[in-house]
């Protein structure tokens, strides 16, 4: 991923192996369900940019067939409090720069939502803040520092619900389509067969992942054993990204 310095300058990309990865998503997936306690098919939010731990979470949701649900960064907090109650959300992971929105959400009414887990590091002040509106806030490195990924995977079944997309909600409410393990599978091998992917190909991740068809290209590179870089957040620096 990339990410800009304090006087704007953006910064070389750091790059991760398969490896670390796999460590890292056996970590968050043991965290998730010893520290939260998560069950098969329990929903887990998912709201910021595109970045590598949005990534990370998502492979650790699979790992044990939890649902994912993303939500569009941009969503406001009216849209973000639909969804979480809609689903009934208990856990949701964000960047930091979200805690807020999610916090205010919490505070019109959502009495499912009982762990934030952010992203970054969080401050005591954030904390107090969940607190206040009776929510746990980790921060994402807390949930992974388990002594080690103890937790076998449990793999979905493909009529295992994977995700609920929802809309923007530009003309209303969001609307949530559900989509099944057996949906995702059949279209990425239906697109990698007709545009086969290489190990070589680095793709540039900057299309929300919110979307469904981010996320599968995202899945396709990993498959064919590929790499992903992601862009800094800024459209306007997408050319600077891709140099």
Known sequence: MRTRSANGKAEPYTWMTYNQANERIGRIATGLQERLQLKRQEVVGIFSKNRSEWILTEHACSRMAYILVPLYDTLGSTAVLYIINHTEMRVLVCSNDLVTKVLEAKASGCPSLKVVISMEAVTREQI????????????????????????????????????????????????GVMLTHGNLTSAIVHGSTRNPMQAYWVHLSYLPLAHVMERMTCVAITRAGGSIGFYQGDILHLLDDVQ
């Open 128 to 175: 107090n803040q969940a607190s206040c509106v009776g929510v746990a806030l980790l921060s994402l490195r807390e949930v992974e520092s388990v002594p080690e990924a103890t937790v076998p995977p449990s793999p979905p079944e493909p009529s295992d619900l994977a995700t609920i997309c929802y809309t923007s909600g530009t003309t209303g409410n969001p609307k």
